[in-house]
């Protein structure tokens, strides 16, 4: 649960300094993700694990799902501390709803 908590404060991090820079929102995104991702990876790698981007978990799906809210709620007029917490609230629901249902994203299988 810790990681989910700090995986959408990271995101909204990334995607809140990027918009201050005034990148679009498409670039808003793509830091949100690097930023919360790129934590999780150092995290893992430095305590010897399989960093749960490259699993099946649902990762970075709920940091790019969390970076479009921000990025929305700017877009319809809202605050930076309101589009801030959408996109915290749906990365930790999101993640947290995964982690609770065994939510996994599909895999191809190679046949043999």
Same mark, same amino acid.
């Given at each position: 649960?810790?990681?989910?908590?700090?995986?959408?404060?990271?995101? $909204?991090?990334?995607?809140?300094?990027?918009? +201050? =820079?005034?990148? &679009?929102?498409? #670039? *808003?995104?793509?830091?949100?993700? !690097?930023?919360?991702?790129?934590?999780?990876?150092?995290?893992?790698?430095?305590?010897?694990?399989?960093?749960?981007?490259?699993?099946?978990?649902?990762?970075?799906?709920?940091?790019?799902?969390? $970076?479009?809210?921000?990025?929305?709620?700017? +877009? =319809?007029?809202? &605050?930076?501390? #309101? *589009?801030?917490?959408?996109?915290? !609230?749906?990365?930790?629901?999101?993640?947290?709803?995964?982690?609770?249902?065994?939510?996994?994203?599909?895999?191809?299988?190679?046949?043999?």
């Amino acid at each position: 649960m810790c990681d989910a908590v700090g995986l959408a404060v990271f995101v $909204g991090i990334g995607v809140e300094k990027s918009m +201050l =820079f005034q990148d &679009s929102y498409m #670039v *808003a995104v793509i830091m949100g993700v !690097i930023t919360g991702c790129g934590g999780g990876i150092i995290r893992d790698v430095l305590a010897r694990e399989v960093p749960m981007v490259l699993r099946r978990e649902v990762y970075a799906t709920a940091c790019i799902i969390g $970076g479009v809210f921000h990025t929305s709620a700017l +877009l =319809f007029g809202a &605050s930076s501390e #309101v *589009a801030f917490l959408c996109c915290i !609230i749906a990365t930790l629901v999101i993640r947290l709803g995964a982690i609770r249902w065994n939510l996994s994203l599909p895999t191809f299988a190679l046949d043999k």
